[in-house]
């Protein structure tokens, strides 16, 4: 049973494009939702974060979204480079443990 | 500093065999933890501890046993390889007792035939 689930699986985006991927959950127990960025060959580093009190946060060209009432929160990648290029987590805590979502792999085109 | 280290990098055995993969933090990270990462099903946590000589079961913890008898150190232990422990292992780490910035090692591939 994944309590974390994320779409969609890949995404390709053009240079300069917005790049969007979505993570919704079940559990109301959940405090915290990470996302974590992946490049081939390495372990995930945490991105941005977000808590349920709160409907947006913004770094640079990264943005989550958190709907708390629908249970859905999203990461947004404004003006997508190359380097963007890795695969997504996003993630949900409840005490002690981390849940992961199935992971997006994004490709952003030149 | 290293930060997150894990040993060894790849790794392949035999059914039945058993096997230590080592993990090592060197930032006094109260909060240490092993996740296997499987293509099309993320990251599931196996275990994780709080601290030195406490430690507690993830999502899939079957197989698979840990002890943390230093800060530093947090070693998986494959007690009898099966084919569906085929996977890529991270230890992961964070201040505290929470987990809300991990620092994870690069991985160990490991291979069971």
């Known amino acids: 049973q994944q309590q974390v689930k994320q779409s969609p699986q890949s995404l390709i985006v053009q240079k300069g494009g917005i790049s969007i991927i979505n993570c919704a959950y079940e559990?109301?127990?959940?405090?915290?939702f990470p996302w974590y960025q992946q490049f081939p060959g390495k372990g995930p580093a945490l991105l941005i974060a977000?808590?349920?009190?709160?409907s947006e946060k913004k770094e640079g060209r990264f943005t989550i979204s958190f709907n708390k009432s629908a249970k859905q929160f999203s990461l947004h990648i404004m003006d997508s480079q190359p380097g963007d290029s890795a695969t997504y987590f996003c993630a949900a805590r409840r005490a002690q443990k981390l849940v992961f979502g199935q992971g997006t792999r994004l490709t952003i085109n030149p | 500093n290293a930060g997150v280290t894990q040993t060894p990098k790849f790794q392949v055995l035999k059914t039945g065999q058993s096997m230590t993969l080592q993990c090592a933090q060197d930032m006094n990270h109260e909060y240490m933890s092993w996740y296997r990462q499987d293509p099309g099903m993320g990251l599931r946590l196996i275990h994780y501890s709080v601290g030195a000589g406490i430690t507690d079961q993830g999502e899939v913890p079957n197989g698979y046993n840990v002890s943390r008898s230093t800060t530093e150190d947090f070693p998986l232990r494959l007690l009898s390889a099966a084919p569906s422990q085929t996977s890529v292992y991270f230890c992961?780490?964070?201040?505290?007792?929470?987990?809300?910035?991990?620092?994870f090692g690069s991985g160990t591939q490991l291979s069971v035939l």
């Open positions: 992961a780490s964070s201040w505290g007792q929470t987990n809300e910035k991990l620092f």
């Open positions: 977000i808590r349920p009190d709160v």
């Open positions: 559990n109301t127990a959940f405090d915290y």
